[in-house]
Each structure stands twice: as structure tokens, then as C-alpha cells.
């Protein structure tokens, strides 16, 4: 047990870092039909354990039914290349309101003008919970178009400014 505690705080302090897997500074409106508007943003952290980068996403649901999602992320492997492209995989702690908890791999591949993401991460939402994210991000400079799926809506369309 007192092994198992150290592993489990680094995990989660490693966490303090869904699409992208590199955090990037945004603030933007998504809508996800049935379920409405969405206020979304992220930003860069201000401290980096070790030089790993991290970030936080936020997503507010605008509606009667509140639905909150914190993404904390960390960048642990920035400059992969695949197939002459380049990827980033990290390390994501997401945490939901209604209370729910998850905690997986965040991988990114940028693609010309743009950048495809996924997330899958195990954890507790009412139960045992498996939660997934895809998104592809095209970039307009300084906006970026965002469309998405996952566990909470079948589609999300977002529309963000960088900076």
C-alpha cells in the first residue's frame, strides 16, 4: 500500500496536465444537438513538473442541466513523429460534475491545418465508467473549428479563438 500512494499522487500530479493532447490557450462556444450550447476554453498551466507541459480544458453546459467537465492534461511525450507527422501523447485526469472521475491516454496527431485527438480513460461516473473522446481541430489562425464526440454528447460542434 504505501507503495502503491507515491505512483498514485505522481499519476495525478503528472495529470495536472481531450483534443488537443499539447494544451493550447482557447476560448470559444460549442453546440451539441439535444443537448445546446457549451462554453469552452483552455489554457496553459503555469508550472511544468519535470519540463512537461500541461493544461487545463473547461466545458460549461449553458443549459438547465448543468454539466461541468474539468481536463487537466500532461504533454509527456511532445515531438513523436508518425509517418512523417508529428504526435503528441499525454497523460489526461478528467473531472465531471455530476461527479465523475477518469483518468487515461490523450493522443494527438497533427495533420496538415490541422490536428486529430482521442481519449480514453477508466474511472467512476454512478459506477465503473469508461470514458472516450475523438475530435479533429482545423485551424483558421487566430480561430479553430472543432467538431467532436465522446461519452457525454454523439456530436459537438466548437468554434474557438487561439492566443
Same mark, same amino acid.
Given at each position: 500500500?504505501?507503495?502503491?500512494?507515491?505512483? #498514485?499522487?505522481?499519476?495525478?500530479?503528472?495529470?495536472?496536465?481531450?483534443?488537443? &493532447? *499539447?494544451?493550447?490557450? #482557447? /476560448?470559444?462556444?460549442? *453546440?451539441?444537438?439535444?443537448?445546446?450550447?457549451?462554453?469552452?476554453?483552455?489554457?496553459?498551466?503555469?508550472?511544468?513538473?519535470?519540463?512537461?507541459? #500541461?493544461?487545463?480544458?473547461?466545458?460549461?453546459?449553458?443549459?438547465?442541466?448543468?454539466?461541468?467537465? &474539468?481536463?487537466?492534461?500532461?504533454?509527456?511525450?511532445?515531438?513523436?513523429?508518425?509517418?512523417?507527422?508529428? &504526435?503528441?501523447?499525454?497523460?489526461?485526469?478528467?473531472?465531471?460534475?455530476?461527479?465523475?472521475? +477518469?483518468?487515461?491516454?490523450?493522443?494527438?496527431?497533427?495533420?496538415?491545418?490541422?490536428?486529430?485527438? &482521442? *481519449?480514453?480513460?477508466?474511472? *467512476?461516473?454512478?459506477?465503473? +465508467?469508461?470514458?472516450?473522446?475523438?475530435?479533429?481541430?482545423?485551424?483558421?489562425?487566430?480561430?479553430? /473549428?472543432?467538431?467532436?464526440?465522446?461519452?457525454?454528447?454523439?456530436?459537438?460542434?466548437?468554434?474557438?479563438? /487561439?492566443?
Amino acid at each position: 500500500m504505501k507503495r502503491l500512494i507515491p505512483f #498514485t499522487f505522481l499519476a495525478l500530479s503528472l495529470a495536472l496536465a481531450q483534443a488537443p &493532447a *499539447y494544451p493550447e490557450n #482557447t /476560448l470559444g462556444l460549442g *453546440y451539441a444537438p439535444g443537448k445546446g450550447l457549451y462554453l469552452q476554453g483552455g489554457a496553459l498551466l503555469p508550472f511544468s513538473p519535470l519540463g512537461i507541459d #500541461t493544461g487545463l480544458d473547461l466545458q460549461v453546459l449553458l443549459s438547465q442541466n448543468p454539466e461541468v467537465l &474539468a481536463f487537466f492534461k500532461a504533454n509527456l511525450f511532445p515531438g513523436l513523429v508518425l509517418a512523417d507527422l508529428y &504526435a503528441s501523447v499525454g497523460l489526461g485526469l478528467d473531472l465531471r460534475y455530476p461527479f465523475g472521475v +477518469h483518468l487515461g491516454p490523450v493522443v494527438s496527431l497533427e495533420v496538415p491545418g490541422g490536428a486529430l485527438s &482521442a *481519449y480514453g480513460g477508466l474511472g *467512476y461516473q454512478g459506477g465503473f +465508467h469508461l470514458a472516450w473522446g475523438a475530435g479533429f481541430r482545423l485551424y483558421l489562425e487566430p480561430l479553430a /473549428l472543432e467538431v467532436s464526440a465522446s461519452d457525454r454528447y454523439p456530436f459537438l460542434l466548437s468554434l474557438l479563438y /487561439l492566443w
